[in-house]
């Protein structure tokens, strides 16, 4: 009689695993499979593959299908491979977007994250623009520089031929660059926090600003 109802009690539990563990072991992809066989009519969800849609991507692939390959992608650095995803994990490489960077930039976008536009380049010619650099096939219009001409020529350094062709004005001597006036405001802006923080200590430590806790009433 014992074990009988230790039997019945085995069998239960696997019949509820079996049918509330399907929800768990079920990959299709339209979330509707077979509840006994796990079979799929509509193919699976990313990561996985088989008939019942079961086995997990083999190591190296990813998506819909497996058909992600890991090593196609264009990650910034070395990255690991979600299956499901196949997400870079520090992004991707200039020319390359979503999550997989597995994608070109769209037309008339290049670079970083895909965020610097064609139209932004000061080419002589009209030039293709290449998603990785946006170049300019090295010629640019008078008073910029780069691969993608975007930057402005900078004059104020040794190297100053006289500004002839520049739209730029040459600078004197004594002008800031944007990296000195940089280090002025960061060295400043430290100051200024170590200075709040030193008079919030002084202030907290006279008890001045505490707020009293409100009496306990026994
Ligand atoms: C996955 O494979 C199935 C069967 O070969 C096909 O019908 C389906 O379109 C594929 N899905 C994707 C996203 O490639
Ligand atoms: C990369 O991600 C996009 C967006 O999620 C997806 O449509 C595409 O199928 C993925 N590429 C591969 C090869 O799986
Ligand atoms: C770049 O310049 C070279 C030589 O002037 C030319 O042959 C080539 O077609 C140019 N490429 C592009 C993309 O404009």
């Given at each position: 009689?014992?074990?009988?109802?230790?039997?019945?009690?085995?069998?239960?539990?696997?019949?509820?695993?079996?049918?509330?563990?399907?929800?768990?072991?079920?990959?299709?992809?339209?979330?509707?499979?077979?509840?006994?066989?796990?079979?799929?009519?509509?193919?699976?969800?990313?990561?996985?593959?088989g008939?019942?849609?079961?086995?997990?991507?083999?190591?190296?692939?990813?998506?819909?299908?497996?058909?992600?390959?890991?090593?196609?992608?264009?990650?910034?650095?070395?990255?690991?491979?979600?299956?499901?995803?196949?997400?870079?994990?520090?992004?991707?490489?200039?020319?390359?977007?979503?999550?997989?960077?597995?994608?070109?930039?769209?037309?008339?976008?290049?670079?970083?994250?895909?965020?610097?536009?064609?139209?932004?380049?000061?080419?002589?010619?009209?030039?293709?623009?290449?998603t990785?650099?946006?170049?300019?096939?090295?010629?640019?219009?008078?008073?910029y520089?780069?691969?993608d001409?975007?930057?402005?020529?900078?004059?104020?350094?040794?190297?100053?031929?006289?500004?002839?062709?520049?739209?730029?004005?040459?600078?004197?001597?004594?002008?800031?660059?944007?990296?000195d006036?940089?280090?002025?405001?960061?060295?400043?802006?430290?100051?200024?926090?170590?200075?709040?923080?030193?008079?919030?200590?002084?202030?907290?430590?006279?008890?001045?600003?505490?707020?009293?806790?409100?009496?306990?009433?026994?």
């Amino acid at each position: 009689m014992v074990y009988l109802q230790k039997c019945c009690l085995l069998l239960n539990l696997v019949y509820l695993s079996l049918i509330t563990g399907d929800q768990f072991t079920c990959h299709c992809n339209d979330g509707d499979c077979n509840q006994l066989t796990g079979a799929c009519s509509n193919g699976c969800l990313p990561g996985w593959s088989g008939q019942s849609c079961q086995t997990e991507c083999p190591d190296g692939s990813y998506g819909y299908n497996c058909s992600g390959i890991c090593d196609n992608r264009h990650c910034l650095a070395p990255s690991s491979c979600d299956k499901i995803t196949g997400a870079c994990d520090n992004g991707c490489l200039p020319g390359w977007r979503l999550h997989n960077c597995s994608q070109e930039c769209v037309s008339g976008f290049y670079g970083e994250r895909c965020s610097l536009r064609c139209d932004d380049r000061n080419c002589r010619n009209y030039c293709k623009c290449d998603t990785v650099h946006g170049s300019c096939n090295g010629s640019c219009l008078p008073g910029y520089v780069g691969l993608d001409c975007r930057h402005r020529e900078y004059y104020g350094g040794d190297d100053d031929g006289g500004g002839g062709e520049g739209t730029t004005t040459p600078r004197p001597s004594w002008w800031m660059t944007s990296t000195d006036a940089a280090k002025i405001g960061i060295f400043g802006g430290v100051m200024l926090i170590v200075i709040i923080c030193g008079i919030a200590l002084e202030i907290h430590a006279k008890g001045i600003w505490c707020i009293q806790p409100p009496e306990n009433k026994a």
